[in-house]
C-alpha cells in the first residue's frame, strides 16, 4: 500500500519518493502548491523503514501512525511524540493537540510543550481490534480540534464514520450502501451542493465590461426561474444525503478546511470543494461544488482504499488493483 499526497505544503508535509515537488508541477510555487498527487516518502528511523498505515493533518503537520503502533510527525517541528504512543491504534492532530486512541483509552496531547502527561484523557472499555473507536468518535460523543476537547453526542445518531471540516460535516451511515449526509456551510462547495459563491466569480468577470457592482442573478431572471435561484445553497442546518453521479456506495470519507474527499467500495476516489491548493487532486486549482472522481488513480491502475484531508491537503492510500485481485483471490 502506498500513500499519496496534493494541496498545501509549505511546511513539507507532502514529500516525493523520487521526484521534488517542485518537479512534480508546473506551478509558480509548487513547493506550497502541488496538484498532481505525489507518491509520500516513508519515515526512516535511523536502519529502521516505517511502514504508514495511517495518515492525520492538520495544517502544518501530518501525523503518521505505523503499523509498529507508533506515532511520527512530518511538517512543522516533526518528531516522534513519545514511546507512550505505542500501542496507539488510532490518532487525530490539530496545530495544538495530538489525540491519540489506545484500546482502554484515549489521550489527547500538547504538541506545543514536551508533558510527560497528557493534557486530557478518558477511560474507555477495552474492545477489540475490529471493534474499537474511530476518531473523532468517542463514547457519547466526539472530540473537538479544540478545548472543550470533549464534545456529546446525540445518542440516537448512528454513524460509521464522522469527519470535521472547517464548518461542515460528513457522516458515513453504517447502511449496506454506505450513504452519505452532510451538513454546515457550503461557500466553496465542500458540500457537493450547489454553491453560490463558485458561481459569483464567472458572474463577475461576465458583468465588468458593463461595470455592474451587483453581481446577483438579475431581477428579470428571478422572475422566469426561481427555482433557478432556489439551487445555491450557502448553509445546510440539517444532514442531507449526498447525491454522487454516478451513484456509488462509500466506505471512507474525511474533511479539510473547506474540501471534502470520499472513497467508493470500488476504489474510486471523489473529491470536491476548495481547490485553490490543487487539494483536490484534478491536476488543476480550481474548486467544486459537485463530487468529482479523481482520474490519476484511474489511470495509474490504483484501487483507492483509503483518504485523509488536511486542512488545505489530501493524503491517499491506494494499492494496485493487479495486487488486489491477488489477494481476493
Known amino acids: 500500500m502506498s500513500w499519496f499526497g496534493f494541496g498545501f505544503n509549505a511546511f513539507g508535509q507532502i514529500c516525493a519518493q523520487e521526484k521534488s515537488v517542485q518537479e512534480e508541477t508546473s506551478d509558480a510555487v509548487g513547493e506550497v502548491k502541488v496538484s498532481v ?26 501525523a503518521c501512525l505505523h503499523e509498529s503502533r507508533c506515532v511520527w510527525l512530518a511538517g512543522f517541528s516533526s518528531s516522534s511524540i513519545s514511546n507512550d504512543t505505542r500501542g496507539c491504534r488510532d490518532a487525530i492532530i490539530s496545530e495544538s493537540h495530538l489525540t491519540l486512541a489506545f484500546p482502554d483509552r484515549i489521550e489527547s496531547w500538547d504538541v506545543q510543550r514536551k508533558d510527560k502527561t497528557p493534557l486530557w484523557s478518558m477511560e474507555i472499555i477495552p474492545q477489540s481490534e475490529s471493534s474499537g473507536v474511530n476518531l473523532p468518535l468517542v463514547p457519547g ?43 454546515g456551510w ?34 428579470e431572471e428571478l422572475h422566469d426561474g426561481d427555482k433557478h435561484e432556489e439551487v445555491f445553497i450557502s448553509i445546510q442546518a440539517f444532514p442531507a444525503l449526498l447525491d454522487v453521479n454516478p451513484s456509488s456506495d462509500f466506505q471512507t470519507a474525511s474533511c479539510g478546511s473547506r474540501h471534502t474527499a470520499a472513497v467508493t467500495t470500488s476504489g474510486c476516489l471523489f473529491t470536491w470543494g476548495w481547490g485553490e491548493y490543487g487539494q483536490l487532486g ?26 485523509v484531508c488536511g486542512p488545505w491537503n489530501t493524503f491517499t492510500a491506494a494499492v494496485k488493483k493487479g495486487v488486489l485481485d491477488l489477494k481476493n483471490t
Request: aromatic fraction near 6%; proline fraction near 7%; glycine fraction near 6%.
Open 37 to 62: 498527487p505525489v507518491e509520500l516518502r516513508s519515515h526512516v528511523d535511523h536502519s529502521c523503514c516505517l511502514k504508514t498505515c495511517q495518515i492525520r493533518a492538520s495544517w502544518s503537520r501530518r
Open 141 to 183: 460523543g466526539y472530540i473537538a480540534s479544540k478545548p472543550p476537547i470533549f464534545r456529546s453526542l446525540a445518542p440516537h445518531l448512528q454513524a460509521k464514520s464522522l469527519a470535521l471540516g472547517g464548518d461542515h460535516v460528513i457522516l458515513l451511515t453504517a447502511s449496506e450502501g454506505g450513504d452519505l449526509y452532510v451538513w
Open 186 to 219: 457550503n461557500e466553496s462547495g465542500q458540500l457537493g451542493l450547489p454553491s453560490r459563491g463558485l458561481q459569483k466569480a464567472p458572474q463577475q468577470k461576465k458583468a465588468q465590461p458593463t461595470e455592474l457592482s451587483d453581481v446577483s442573478m438579475p431581477e
Open 282 to 307: 484534478h491536476q488543476t486549482f480550481n474548486s467544486l461544488d459537485e463530487p468529482r472522481c479523481v482520474e490519476f488513480f484511474k489511470a495509474k491502475d490504483l484501487h483507492v482504499v483509503d483518504v
